[in-house]
């Protein structure tokens, strides 16, 4: 496809909030609009919420701010035409500070002029929708409340998601004055915790999220969550709670923290609200500054925690809280897009790109192999979902030399080839970048410098996976060495796999490679490929401190690979 042909799907979207004003073009071609590629981002650091108050006085936005955000815009104008974007597929909108401006019409009548573009202003319930919208656009399912922190309004609402289609509260949602910028100045005018007026200001807070809570209608069937161990989900968007992300993503137990994304973050609720821990982090003199949180986000974290410490109070139980990036770019576009392309898996969308001609046939062939206990309760995480999308991508890193392409395929989901899809949780993530790995050698493949990064991963896959990833991917190059193309013209293999118990009560999986003609000498690659899947059986490679036994077979033979 030529340029002209791919810029026909562009969509430039210029996104005035109250604390900077966001330029994006984004790529809306049938395959992958799912994901929401971006072609260009930017980011003006004009905050029209801060330049409407002078000394804690309601003024204009000034006229050398509204020279700004027209500077900033005309620059955008001549990017959109650089990359080809169709004139009636550029978009401004913009959020409560506009809206709420003293001057509001002869900003966008200026804007108007000098740009040709019309703004269109966000009415607060819409802003709260497109909001939730781009929360829902950030998982592949959403099921539960989702808030939506800005710089001068809060919004909160409850969201559930499936089959592409999304439902939420008939109101859209309830839009409060309780932003982070917002907050600031209320609490600054309050005083001290100690004061009556600060005390006042926070049964104020809880009472109005209470009334919120209460105005969205919750279904029974979300409250009910609450009460169950599947537990309620809290979804929060928004620069005032992906700042309090990014801190808490500082603080946790793996350090580093292997996954620089803030979408699909997941932390718990007590971690969530330990504001004293957060607040500490940001305070220490002796710390580097914490990746994402600029000098503005840390002097609000005092007013987000505020926040967070009345939620607690208003809020029902919470189990654990999921962190998203979509905002009204994500939300404006998701609105917009096509249920079929909503109901899509992010993850099999952004690997579908590099899939090879076989597809179905390897997936069935791993399914065969991933003979799960029924009993185990990480079978469900080893979906359907999962599996296409790890065989659509087990190709991809073929071009590299054999050096790198384990390593490659491990960071491939945070700064590799998978990394810019939008929609993956922090476990997806580390489930498809371990899984690749190991179909390229894993652990004992990667330069030492790809090894701690391959511990680190590895701590963020569910309990009980570890071992079943690594497997799995082992299985995988068996396969990719007898398919080297992904494409089986002719099946040359059958995989079979039960389990046995061993003299001392072990279970055994016992996996035989059934060769349609019978392999007289295996070559060097597969004869390494079966070695190591009958390594996965050793002990001293089991990983996360459990595994199983392994016989590998070769047509009903016992396999004579072992070195």
């Not at 210029?14 to 604390?19: A, E, T």
């Not at 309620?232 to 968007?237: K, M, N, T």
Request: overall charge neutral; proline content about 4%.
């Amino acid at each position: 496809m030529d340029g002209s042909q791919r810029a026909k799907h562009y969509h430039g979207l210029v996104d005035m909030g109250s604390n900077g004003i966001r330029f994006s073009i984004t790529d809306l071609a049938p395959a992958t609009q799912r994901i929401l590629p971006t072609v260009y981002l930017d980011r003006a650091a004009i905050s029209l919420y801060d330049a409407q108050y002078q000394n804690g006085k309601v003024v204009p936005i000034p006229e050398e701010t509204i020279k700004q955000v027209i500077k900033s815009l005309l620059r955008f104008r001549s990017t959109c035409e650089d990359f080809d974007v169709p004139k009636e597929q550029v978009r401004i909108v913009a959020t409560e500070a506009t809206r709420k401006a003293v001057n509001s019409e002869e900003l966008q009548k200026q804007i108007k002029d000098a740009t040709g573009w019309s703004v269109e202003l966000l009415p607060k319930e819409m802003e709260g929708r497109i909001g939730a919208l781009g929360a829902a656009s950030s998982y592949e399912n959403v099921k539960g409340l989702m808030m939506d922190l800005g710089g001068g309004s809060t919004q909160l609402t409850w969201i559930v998601t499936q089959d592409g289609e999304v439902r939420m509260s008939e109101k859209g949602s309830v839009s409060l004055p309780y932003g982070a910028a917002a907050l600031s100045q209320r609490l600054a005018a309050a005083g001290p915790a100690s004061s009556k007026a600060y005390q006042a200001f926070e049964q104020e807070v809880v009472a109005d999220l209470k009334a919120a809570v209460r105005d969205v209608n919750i279904p029974e069937q979300l409250l009910e969550l609450s009460k169950s161990p599947e537990g309620l989900r809290l979804y929060l968007s928004g620069g005032g709670f992906r700042g309090w992300g990014f801190v808490l993503m500082s603080e946790h137990a793996i350090k580093p923290y292997p996954i620089p994304i803030i979408n699909g973050f997941r932390t718990t609720k007590d971690l969530f609200h330990d504001t004293q821990a957060v607040q500490a982090a940001v305070q220490k003199e002796d710390t580097p500054e914490i990746f994402r949180v600029s000098a503005r986000r840390a002097s609000q974290v005092a007013a987000v925690a505020f926040l967070v410490t009345c939620l607690g109070q208003a809020l029902p139980s919470i189990l654990d809280v999921y962190f998203c990036q979509g905002g009204v770019r994500e939300g404006m576009h998701f609105a917009e897009m096509e249920s079929k392309y909503r109901a899509e898996s992010p993850l099999i969308t952004i690997t579908k790109a590099y899939a090879p001609s076989s597809v179905n046939e390897l997936v069935i062939q791993l399914k065969d192999a991933l003979q799960i206990p029924p009993t185990a309760e990480h079978r469900k995480i080893f979906d359907d979902t999962l599996i296409v999308a790890f065989v659509q991508g087990m190709f991809a890193h073929m071009a590299n030399v054999k050096d790198l392409r384990g390593g490659a395929a491990l960071r491939s989901t945070t700064t590799g080839i998978f990394s810019a899809a939008h929609g993956l949780s922090h476990e997806q993530r580390a489930l498809l970048a371990i899984l690749l790995c190991e179909r390229y050698g894993g652990y004992g493949s990667i330069s030492p410098t790809e090894q701690d990064f391959y511990k680190r991963m590895l701590q963020l896959l569910p309990q009980g996976t570890e071992w079943w990833c690594m497997y799995l991917g082992r299985v995988a190059a068996v396969l990719a060495s007898i398919y080297p193309a992904g494409a089986i013209r002719k099946r040359r293999v059958d995989i079979k796999v039960q389990w046995k118990v061993t003299k001392k009560d072990n279970e055994k999986l016992c996996i035989d490679f059934e060769f349609e003609k019978e392999p007289d000498e295996l070559d060097e690659g597969l004869n390494t490929a079966l070695r190591k899947v009958e390594k996965a059986g050793k002990k001293k490679h089991w990983v996360g401190g459990s595994g199983y036994k392994v016989l590998v077979t070769v047509n009903g033979e016992a396999y004579e690979g072992s070195e």
